[in-house]
């Protein structure tokens, strides 16, 4: 698949933003609009009024219509936005129809907003669903040509970001700002962020760039956050990027990050009395099709990755790796908490016993078993003695974690393994037919999931990043994820270079998960293509192995 950018949309038609009315000497809509969390009768909207002068509460009014043109459905509503929440919108409609599209806009001091496309979700029988799944927008490193390749899509029922939308960093020297686009794109503030102004301005930023709003214009949004929403690395009680000596109070940090990440996100609020980090758990059903279980791994009950320096000490040159893998087994480590475990399980049965097909986990970090290749073992002498020198260095580190028989990142499931056969036993005891999709590795990825016993339990799509880097850039001359896919038997494919999106497209037939990459990051003219495509089918209660088309 080649998509033209241009054909695409001019066949949208009301598919794409509208570029705002005139706008008032007042205020003005410079962030775009947003939906997000549909349900079969209720969509959140999301905008953002400028104030030229902040400091006084401003009124604004909404719309939402039909786009077809049968009577009744219109919405429409008033209220007011300030300070207090850094001038965002954001309106829960209800009373809507199922599986209807419409569009929205709103209105302040004579200003009118872009307008919006959303749908609500289906009701009853459903052919299909087209998911767009996208993870790891790094501002500085690129432009956002994927997020401009989802809008121009011809179809997308809903888009799921799994974490990683903005990122902490900032400064010169910091990730992503050797790009060659860095110097017209630098993080604001130019530095890492800590206050609840920092994480606004970065939201902001992030929210001002064209295909980003008209990724959002497009189609209702699901949404989860990783680590950099907060700090990299996060947990329940820090992140290996928060020094408490230098950069205050964690918990402080963490409220910060999340009361902007709520304000500025189309995700529903808590209900009252309820904690922020909790109303990421969630679920959406798409008719008789397809279940859609958010679930929560960063901020609710991680405990504290495991890590070389601080869990396998050296001593005479050596690693002592006996505290990091007794740490690795130990069955009280947590990246969920009890109650999200029972809560999962109870999702999967109820979809299971309501006839779906399948049941999506919406989850940020990659589940597949996954250690680092030894590169000499995996290649020809002759591949072996063509590295370029450049690459030496993440060669050796290759070669050093296989000699250690390690995962390749403690940051994912595979830091945390007694907890995923946990989670593992709650598809089996569902009989679920569980579809994985992933972010945060900046890698394509098509997994098959199975459990201690080697009994496949799922299967897995990670989605590579919008534009953060990938490991195999880091390593030029050699192909990272092909050495990874035939070091790791539950890993098919591996991609650590392309940027793009997961298209995963849902029939009761099949699953089918497209990986479609952008040309480039570093221009704005680009195109698309499918770099590689998979399907799985339903097994009985499970799900079967994945075959490339």
């Known amino acids: 698949m080649k998509i033209d950018r ?62 077809d043109r049968r009577a009744g459905g219109a919405k429409s509503g008033s209220g007011t936005t300030g300070p207090a929440r850094d001038y965002t919108i954001k309106v829960d409609v209800a009373g809507l129809d199922p599986g209807r599209a419409y569009t929205y806009e709103f209105k302040a001091a004579g200003a009118t907003s872009p307008l919006g496309r959303t749908r609500t979700l289906p009701a009853g029988p459903v052919q299909d669903v087209v998911l767009a799944i996208a993870s790891c927008s790094l501002y500085p490193n690129g432009y956002f040509n994927a997020y401009q390749a989802i809008a121009d899509l011809p179809r997308v029922d809903a888009v799921l970001h799994l974490g990683d939308y903005i990122y902490e960093y900032g400064g010169p020297g910091t990730y992503g700002m050797d790009s060659p686009v860095a110097t017209e794109r630098p993080h604001d503030p130019p530095r890492e962020i800590l206050s609840l102004a920092d994480y606004r301005r970065r939201h902001a930023q992030y929210k001002s760039d064209p295909a980003a709003q008209a990724a959002h214009a497009r189609a209702p949004w699901i949404v989860v956050w990783d680590d950099h929403e907060t700090a990299n690395d996060s947990f329940v009680t820090g992140a290996q990027n928060h020094t408490p000596a230098t950069e205050g109070d964690w918990t402080a940090r963490k409220a ?29 059903d798409f008719g008789d099709l397809a279940s859609l279980i958010m679930v929560e791994t960063r901020l609710t009950a991680r405990d504290s990755q495991a890590t070389l320096d601080g869990d396998a000490p050296e001593i005479a040159g050596q ?30 049965r109820r ?10 986990i919406g989850n940020q970090v990659v589940m597949a078993r996954v250690n680092l290749p030894s590169p000499k073992k995996e290649l020809t002498p002759e591949q072996y003695a063509a590295i370029p020198a450049n690459a030496r260095n993440r060669v050796a580190r290759y070669e050093a974690g296989a000699a250690m028989g390690l995962p390749a990142g403690l940051d994912m499931w595979d830091g945390y393994p ?87 497209t849902l029939s009761r037939e099949q699953a089918k998960g497209e990986m479609v990459a952008v040309s480039t990051i570093v221009a704005k003219d680009f195109t698309t293509r499918v770099v590689k495509a998979f399907t799985a089918k339903p097994d009985g209660a499970g799900v079967s192995g994945l075959t490339e088309v």
């Open 6 to 67: 241009r054909e695409a949309l001019a066949l949208l038609g009301l598919g794409a933003a509208t570029p705002a009315a005139a706008q008032s000497s007042t205020v003005t809509f410079d962030h775009g609009v947003a939906s997000g969390d549909p349900g079969q009768d209720r969509v959140v909207l999301w905008t953002r009024i400028t104030p030229q002068k902040p400091g006084a509460d401003i009124a604004y009014t909404w719309t939402l219509n039909p786009i």
């Open 256 to 284: 910060a990050a999340l009361k902007a990440y709520f304000e500025w996100m189309p995700i529903r609020e808590p209900k009252s009395g309820g904690a922020l980090a909790e109303a990421a758990m969630r679920s959406f």
């Open 319 to 348: 690693r002592d790796l006996t505290k990091l893998k007794a740490k690795l087994a130990d069955p009280s480590r947590r990246m969920m908490s009890p109650a999200q475990e029972a809560w999962i399980g109870g999702e999967l």
């Open 351 to 360: 979809s299971v016993k309501a006839g779906h097909a399948w049941q999506v």
């Open 418 to 504: 007694a907890d995923r056969e946990r989670l593992y036993d709650q598809f089996k005891m569902a009989g679920a037919r569980p579809i994985v999709v992933s972010g945060d590795s900046h890698s394509f990825w098509a997994n098959e999931l199975s459990d201690a016993a080697g009994r496949r339990v799922a299967c897995e799509f990670g989605t590579t990043g919008i534009t953060s880097p990938g490991s195999g850039e880091f390593a030029p001359g050699i192909n990272a994820g092909d050495l990874i896919a035939k070091a790791n038997p539950e890993v098919l494919f591996n991609d650590q270079v392309s940027k793009g999106f997961v298209l995963l």
